[in-house]
């Protein structure tokens, strides 16, 4: 199976990123199977239902979230009718929507995508790492899916190691969202499972994780909010990986990183140009 993980898409410039660039690679990839991290992607602050359509009908097949999950009230009712949107499976009990879904790839497969959040750096929240166990044992890799991505949304690159050695030969990949700055550490782990600590964001990279810069060094400066945070706007680089899986067993074979548009050098899998 042929997956493409989009990292946090930030904003009209992310959005626009996605629209331009993810149809495309769908079709010259061939791919299977699109996650796109959608929690920055209303103004850099949480997700609206037009926003949602938008990423769907670009080609993504599951949407994730995070931290901002909810900063769009109103993705505390359409989540309830958004059976591609997936928030972090270790929210409190009671919150609005799903933590997990069994997606149908675009090749009729079944892909469990789960998004979990951290708990370094973070607000508090309960234990992501038996909660990732607990829906992966309910739906487990060959018998129950045929791929099993877990995007962990954390600042911390310890604990989303942490994630991907405790994943490790039980799902297909394990990728860390949040920080917005692509790491260099895509690999397959022993046990099978794809892993990288953050797929980066989709983004304007002239900014402050996505942010103009001003607001923040001003803060950084002076310790003092002057403004708003609002979205850099200029043209943004799709950032994420590209993973490759063996159909007999689920686990991946190759990995690589994409970076397309924008300020970031160009990386694109070389495994899937022909
Ligand atoms: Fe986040």
């Keep these: 199976m042929r997956i493409l993980f989009v990292g946090d898409v930030v904003g009209r410039t992310g959005r626009t990123a996605v629209s331009d660039h993810l149809p495309g690679m769908v079709k010259d990839w061939s791919l299977d199977l699109v996650i796109v991290n959608g929690e920055n992607s209303a103004g850099g602050f949480g997700i609206t239902e037009s926003i949602y359509q938008e990423l769907v009908d670009a080609g993504a097949d599951a949407i994730t979230l995070g ?7 109103e993705a505390l009712v359409f989540i309830d009718r958004a059976p591609r949107l997936i928030r972090p499976v270790n929210f409190p009990r009671h919150s609005p929507g799903r933590g997990s879904a069994l997606i149908e790839t675009k090749n009729g497969k079944r892909a469990l995508v789960i998004n979990a959040i951290g708990r370094v750096f973070m607000e508090p929240s309960n234990d992501p790492f038996s909660a990732v166990e607990r829906e992966v044992e309910a739906c487990p ?42 790491t260099a550490d895509h690999q397959v782990l022993p046990g099978g499972t794809a892993y990288i600590s953050d797929a980066g964001m989709t983004g304007d990279y002239d900014s402050v994780i996505g942010m103009q810069k001003e607001e923040p060094l001003q803060r950084f400066l002076t310790g003092i909010p002057s403004g708003r945070f609002e979205p850099a706007s200029g043209p943004a680089t799709l950032s994420g990986v590209a993973v490759e899986t063996d159909d007999a067993t689920g686990l991946a074979v190759k990995i690589a990183p994409v970076r397309v548009g924008g300020r970031l050098a160009p990386a694109a899998p070389a495994f899937w140009l022909s």
């Design 67 to 73: 931290n901002h999950a909810w900063n769009q009230k």
């Design 141 to 182: 890799l060959r018998e129950a899916a045929d791929a099993i991505v877990v995007d962990f949304h954390g600042e911390a690159t310890s604990e989303k190691q942490g994630m991907g050695f405790f994943c490790d030969g039980r799902v297909s990949l394990v990728v860390g969202t949040h920080t917005h700055v692509p």
